[in-house]
């Protein structure tokens, strides 16, 4: 072997394999830490970095070409008015309601219902002055109505006698005035006992029920089925000559009561069923004192309406008795009467007729309007 070849050093090479390895790793070792910091780089970014701002949808005062913050329009030029600033109050104060308000009843509701209608004040208006006349018709009439001269038959108004004479020579102005005082009271004396007769059946009817129901209900039909204006005629020809105030007031209730026995009946069979009666009947009340505290008043609504209009129609039927001379005697000033006499003179005096026919129908108009007006007063269904 020559001299002069050289052989390497295994420990030479060792240190030298040993350097190069840890050269490499600590290559590796920088180059890893170096990409794991490009890696964090962007991750600190993203945290420390600010949310982008949501597009607002603009207002009204942002203009017609008000975009969001992403720059897209949000609205088209035209529709600014669809949108609307954000209400600041809450819901607590959008639905509070006052506490220490009084509870309104079905009577409190009518009556702010009443008071909002002309028709109301009208009718109020006619029927106090008809009430009026009638309680004291010498306040307005100084002549005496049964007091007759035949030289002023016929005769022209005068300042003291403004609707002039009758055939009979009469003031008409007072017989006018004082002939509302028969006529108002057989109406409201009619009124008050066909609604306790016709209220008592028709409320017994319908809170019993059963036989008891039956029963009166046929009864009731038979009396529906007799004409009230003819079956008065045919009785008071029984009183005839001998007639007066109570008994025209009796024939009319006689005849009159079926009207306000079924619309009773009918209200006390819808108001029996309702909770509060059950409730009552589960605290151990009678039925009789269920009837009377409970059902009934919430029943009368129907029958205050009915027994108003009904009013009207018992003035017009006891006219129309003491037009066919059957009806109150000649003594007592009626209106009815009144326009018996002036048939007579329907041609050539005219005048005579329209005063007390004006008077009746002002009257029995006042008296239905009223009954007209409270019936929506009291009705919910009737009520917009």
């Given at each position: 072997m020559p001299d002069n070849l050289d052989i390497p050093d295994s420990t030479e090479s060792a240190d030298n394999t040993d350097s190069a390895d840890s050269s490499e790793s600590t290559d590796n070792a920088d180059s890893t830490e170096s990409t794991e910091g490009q890696d964090q780089k962007p991750l600190e970014a993203q945290t420390h970095?600010?949310?982008?701002?949501?597009?607002?949808?603009?207002?009204?005062?942002?203009?017609?070409?008000?975009?969001?913050?992403?720059?897209?329009?949000?609205?088209?030029?035209?529709?600014?008015?669809?949108?609307?600033?954000?209400?600041?109050?809450?819901?607590?104060?959008?639905?509070?309601?006052?506490?220490?308000?009084?509870?309104?009843?079905?009577?409190?509701?009518?009556?702010?219902?009443?008071?909002?209608?002309?028709?109301f004040w009208v009718s109020a208006l006619l029927i106090a002055v008809a009430v009026l006349l009638a309680v004291a018709p010498g306040l307005i009439a100084r002549a005496t109505p049964t007091y007759c001269q035949l030289n002023n038959s016929y005769g022209p108004p005068t300042v003291q006698h403004p609707f002039g004479f009758d055939r009979q020579g009469c003031d008409i102005f007072a017989r006018t005035i004082y002939g509302a005082r028969a006529s108002v009271t057989v109406g409201v004396l009619t009124t008050l006992l066909v609604t306790l007769l016709g209220g008592l059946i028709g409320a017994l009817a319908g809170f019993f029920g059963g036989f008891f129901d039956a029963l009166l209900s046929r009864i009731t039909d038979v009396f529906f089925a007799v004409p009230f204006v003819l079956a008065a005629i045919v009785v008071m020809q029984m009183f005839k000559g001998r007639s007066s105030i109570l008994t025209v007031v009796a024939v009319l209730a006689l005849f009159g009561w079926p009207q306000i026995a079924r619309i009773t009946r009918g209200a006390v069979m819808s108001v029996k069923n309702e909770d509060f009666v059950t409730a009552s009947v589960s605290l151990g009340s009678g039925r009789l004192a269920i009837l009377l505290r409970h059902v009934l008043p919430n029943a009368a609504a129907p029958i205050i309406v009915t027994a108003t209009v009904e009013l009207?129609?018992?003035?017009?039927?006891?006219?129309?008795?003491?037009?066919?001379?059957?009806?109150?005697?000649?003594?007592?000033?009626?209106?009815?009467?009144?326009?018996?006499?002036?048939?007579?003179?329907?041609?050539d005096h005219i005048s005579v007729l329209l005063y007390p026919a004006g008077a009746l129908a002002l009257t029995v108009l006042g008296f239905v309007m009223m009954g007209d007006v409270v019936r929506d007063a009291l009705d919910p269904k009737a009520r917009k």
């Open positions: 970095e600010q949310p982008e701002p949501e597009a607002r949808w603009p207002r009204p005062s942002d203009g017609p070409r008000a975009t969001g913050a992403t720059g897209a329009t949000a609205v088209r030029i035209g529709q600014e008015h669809f949108v609307a600033d954000t209400d600041e109050q809450g819901l607590g104060a959008v639905d509070a309601v006052a506490d220490d308000s009084a509870p309104s009843s079905m009577w409190g509701e009518a009556w702010k219902q009443l008071r909002r209608r002309p028709i009207g129609i018992f003035i017009v039927a006891e006219a129309t008795l003491s037009f066919l001379g059957i009806g109150l005697p000649a003594s007592v000033v009626s209106w009815g009467a009144d326009i018996s006499t002036a048939n007579v003179a329907l041609r």
